[in-house]
């Protein structure tokens, strides 16, 4: 089966020196089936987002001291670019030329983009990903259709995802201002980065993978992300699985290009949203939250995050925002 989207381009493949070993697409299903048995809990509409219960959500409102909020998204990028060959379009529709001087006048504008691109922040719902002929929890891929998603949609999230967020900054871990495009994000170091900021991720439990994406853009400008970037690596989500996260945020698409997966481009993608039910959200920006959570010590946080009411889309924009 190919399982590469046609607009992706493949990289050079081969393993990072040192780094985790490339998956078969036998162990991947290996892997895939444990995840899925493991996250029957999140088999619903709402997937993981069941585990954000109201008592966990009372709990993380505690996590508010100084009342300091900090927006985890990018600006929305307009212009065209290597990563973002289809910007996102936006125009004034008034009429610029008109006199203002007297009366009432109202300043109007339109703006269009694709939700899935690999340049503005976005949250992928859980219709998101097609695997075998099926979407999350097995519902079947016909509900996707020309007009829309009839299940899974992003719908499911239209009262808002308020919880606890948890920041663990790799970079930061590994003494690096970003991590190279091609490398991984293991388990091993999800544990060590909780150990060096002394917060543990739990059930429920909003977590955000920082890379330094974001940072690298800034710094050397834009690259064909689509070909090469940083993600975690498919063992990762055990630790997820683990520690029962209700959604998986990072500054990248949380999938490492070239893929390490024999046969599936974006195994993250699958193992997250298609078999553990988490709704991602892709191409955030943590570089405001970083020097906030080092300042105050802490990596933890009151999380709201409200995307837009999209009854039968794919995903969503999204403008997450931390209260510390």
């Not at 600006?75 to 996102?88: H, M």
């Not at 945020?249 to 070239?258: I, K, L, S, V, Y």
């Amino acid at each position: 089966m190919n399982r590469r989207p046609p607009d992706a381009e493949p990289g050079p493949m081969g393993d990072r020196p040192g780094g985790p070993p490339r998956l078969t697409e036998g162990e991947f299903g290996v892997l895939y089936r444990s995840l899925r048995s493991r996250a029957a809990w999140a088999a619903g509409d709402r997937g993981a987002l069941d585990a954000v219960t109201p008592a966990r959500v009372v709990a993380a409102a505690r996590e508010v001291r100084t009342g300091r909020t900090v927006t985890l998204a990018a600006p929305v990028d307009t212009l065209p670019g290597p990563d973002n060959p289809e910007p996102a379009r936006h125009r004034m529709i008034g009429q610029p030329d008109e006199d203002t001087s007297h009366a009432l006048h109202f300043a109007r504008d339109s703006f269009a983009m694709n939700v899935h691109g690999d340049a503005d922040s976005h949250i992928d719902a859980l219709c998101h990903v097609i695997y075998d002929g099926t979407l999350h929890g097995g519902v079947a891929a016909s509900s996707v259709t020309a007009s829309g998603a009839r299940a899974l949609s992003i719908e499911a999230a239209r009262d808002g995802i308020v919880g606890r967020g948890v920041l663990l900054d790799i970079p930061r871990l590994r003494g690096v201002p970003w991590l190279e495009p091609g490398d991984h994000v293991t388990a091993d170091d999800l544990t060590a980065a909780e150990t060096a900021q002394d917060v543990r991720v739990g059930e429920g439990d909003l977590l955000f993978v920082r890379v330094g994406h974001r940072r690298r853009r800034a710094e050397l400008g834009p690259w064909h992300a689509a070909r090469e970037r940083v993600g975690l690596h498919p063992t990762a989500m055990e630790f997820l699985a683990d520690r029962k996260v209700a959604v998986l945020g990072g500054d990248g698409n949380n999938d490492t290009a070239p893929s390490s997966t024999e046969g599936v481009d974006f195994p993250v993608h699958v193992l997250a949203i298609h078999a553990m039910g988490l709704h991602l959200l892709d191409y955030l920006q943590f570089e405001d939250l970083v020097p906030v959570c080092e300042a105050e010590g802490r990596w933890s946080f009151l999380c709201v995050i409200a995307p837009l009411r999209l009854p039968q889309a794919t995903g969503s924009p999204v403008n997450p925002i931390a209260v510390l």
